[in-house]
């Protein structure tokens, strides 16, 4: 468990967050919209439009000259990369620090562990588009985010209804077919997440409060778990424009936002990128066409 005194789990970038991103929030905020004082979508400015071999593939030829629309690409892209940094970071502390992973069946532990890889492998994909690393590298959680198992489940389907309905954000806006795809692509796996998630709940052992019956994710109601595949449709939780998305993640990267939201603020976890290895090659990347 990380502390506020131990430098390998407080990021040294912490205190530059709090201000110059912090100013930044302020000058978007009418964009991205209020979590506490302040919203994500000002890091987007951060980006630029700029494009290496890989992105270059990802566009259509017939798309090439609308600066604008390659500049919202990158806005989303960014946006994917830091939640799934958030994702990686998650996942790794749950296996590594959650008391109730190590009791859980090894099937679900093995869904904990192949989700961290293919959460890994997203974020790689997105910052070889962009060219460019995700502007936060540590995260705020909730009050007892990795000691109670009924907060861990909740946060963790929590980001997965928003990883979901941000993808579908980039199905609706990216500006090419690639990109479209790619992002139905990875929305799926997102799905599968948060149903897996779900499934964790009645595993719970007792001496880690379960079973745990009922969840709840970023509506704010407690869903039984059983059926843990409770949607017939993804839920796109009226998501049009990716800045609804990063508003939603606000409380988890800015100090601020995180306090106003209830946050354990003592304490940060820091984005330790790896080389992920995927369950299966046919489920790969492959390529932007998919074979």
Not at 65 to 87: P, V, W
Not at 161 to 174: E, K, P, Q, S, T
């Amino acid at each position: 468990m990380s502390t506020n005194e131990e430098k390998l789990s407080v990021r040294p970038d912490a205190p530059h967050e709090e201000g110059t991103s912090r100013r930044t929030f302020l000058h978007r905020s009418a964009i991205a919209g209020a979590v506490g004082a302040a919203g994500l979508g000002g890091l987007l400015s951060f980006a630029t439009p700029s494009a290496n071999a890989t992105s270059a593939r990802a566009r259509s030829s017939q798309e090439e000259d609308n600066d604008g629309l390659r500049k919202r690409d990158t806005n989303i892209l960014i946006a994917a990369e830091i939640a799934e940094a958030l994702a990686v970071t998650t996942y790794t502390h749950i296996i590594n620090t959650a008391p109730f992973f190590k009791n859980l069946p090894t099937d679900d532990q093995g869904y904990l562990i192949g989700a961290r890889q293919e959460e890994m492998s997203h974020y790689l994909l997105e910052k070889s588009v962009t060219d460019q690393p995700s502007p936060f590298t540590s995260f705020f959680y909730p009050k007892g985010m990795f000691e109670d198992a009924q907060t861990t489940l909740n946060i963790l389907v929590t980001l997965e209804d928003a990883f979901i309905a941000a993808y579908l954000v980039g199905v609706r806006n990216f500006s090419t077919r690639d990109l479209r795809v790619t992002a139905a692509r990875i929305m799926g796996i997102e799905s599968d997440h948060r149903t897996l998630a779900r499934v964790l709940g009645p595993d719970v052992a007792s001496q880690d409060g379960g079973p745990i019956n009922k969840i709840t994710g970023i509506q704010g109601v407690a869903e039984s778990v059983a059926p843990p595949n409770n949607n017939g449709y993804e839920r796109t939780l009226c998501w049009t424009e990716i800045d609804q998305a990063v508003t939603a993640l606000t409380p988890f990267v800015d100090i601020t936002a995180a306090k106003a939201a209830g946050f354990d603020v003592s304490k940060s976890f820091g984005f330790d990128p790896f080389t992920p290895t995927l369950p299966n090659p046919l489920g790969d990347f492959i390529s932007f066409a998919g074979c």
